[in-house]
C-alpha cells in the first residue's frame, strides 16, 4: 500500500541573466547533454532492468572523470535511464538529445532570495551566479516550502530555470472511505462509513467509447496508407486531428473527473482509494483489458487528476494492489463468475452483485485491512452490500442524477 503524506509540487520558472561570462555555463550544458547522450546510447543496448545501484556501477565513475560532481552524476543517470524507458515503452527509436539542458540537484545550487539570486555549481570546480528575473513575489510565495531540484536550460535567447518546490501538507483526518473503480464504461464511486457501512454509490460514464471511434479511425487511415501516411500531407493532417481530439478529450474528462471526486471527497471527508497501475500492469485481467483497448495511458491521467486535486484539498490518497479486485468475491475469497449482464456470483457461498460495485467493496476491504482508521471486521462483507441487481444510487439523489448531473455527460453521444 503506497500512501502517506501528501505532497504538492509547484515550478517556477523564470529567465536568469548570468553574472559575468556564461561561457562556463554553456559549456555544463554541452557537456551535460553529451554526458546523458552517451548514456542513452549505452543504456539502450542493455537489456535489463537496471536499479540505482547497478547504474551507479556502470557510470558514476565516468561521469566524475567528466569533471561532474556526485550529485550530476546522479541526476545524469537517473535521467538518461528515464528516457530510455520512455521511448522504449512508446516503441519509439533511440532519442538523440538537442536542446541544452540540465536537471541539478539541491546540493549543487543555492537560491538566495534575498539577493534574488541563484549560484550554481558546475563541473570542474567551476561555478556561475545567476540573476533571477522576475517579481520578487513570486519568488517569497515559496519561502516556507522546499526546494530540491532545478532545471537549467539555455533556448538560445537566454537562460531559463525551473526551481521545483514541495510542501508536504498536514492531511485531513478522515471520517469517510472512498473507493475508486475505473472500468472501460464508467467509474464507480462508493463511499464507507469508517465502520464499514457502504453509505454511497456514484457512478459516471467514462468517453472511452469516444477515444476508441477516434482511435479507430487513426488506424483505418494508416492501414489505407501503410507506408506513406506520414508524407502525405492531408492524410498526416487528418490523424493530427483525430490525436488532437483524442487529447482533449481524455484531458479535459479527467480534469472535470478529478475536480468531481475530489470535491465529493472532501464533502464527506474521504480518504480516497485507487488501484496501484504499476500493479496493473502485470498479467491482470483488467490490466489486460486496458492494455488491449486503450493501453493504461488514459486511466493514468484520470488517476494523475484525481491526485492532484485530492491533494489540493488536503485530502489523503491511498493506493491498493488490485490483484483480484475484480474476480474473488468480497465474502468469501472465493471466485466470481459472470452471473448475466455485469453481475457477478460467487461459486462458493453464492454471493451476487453489480460488477462494478463488487470491485469497489474489494477496494475498500483492501484498504480496511491495513488501515489505521477503519475498524472493519474485515473477514465479512461490508453488512448492507447491494442486493444484485440493484444499481448504484447517487449519494444525493437517484443512479440517473449520478450518470447525468454532471458535466461529464456531455461526452456521450
Ligand atoms: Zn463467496
Redesign the pocket.
Known sequence: MRGGEPVVVEALKTRALPEGSYDHLLEFLRLYRDAVQLLVDRIWSINEKLSRRKLHRLFYSDLVRLGFRAHHAKEIYVYAKSIVESAKSNGGRKPVLRKLSARVDKYDYKLDPDDMALTLKLHSGNEVKLRLVTPRERLGRYMDWSNYELVVKYEGNGFWVSVYFRRSIKPLKPKTVMAVDLNFDNVTIALFALDGRLTGLKRFKTPHRKILTHRIWVERIQRRYPKSWRFIKGVRKAIERHGKKIKNISWDYSHKLGDLVAELALKYRSVIILENLDELRENNKKGKEFNKRLGLWFYRRIQFCVEYEARERSLEVVEIDPRGTSSK?P????KLAEYGYRVLK?G????IGDRDVTATLNIYMKYASKSKYSRCGVSGVAPNAPKPGENPSGMRGNQDDAVTSSHINSYES
Open positions: 468475491c465474502r468469501c475469497g472465493g460467487c462458493k457461498c453464492g454471493f
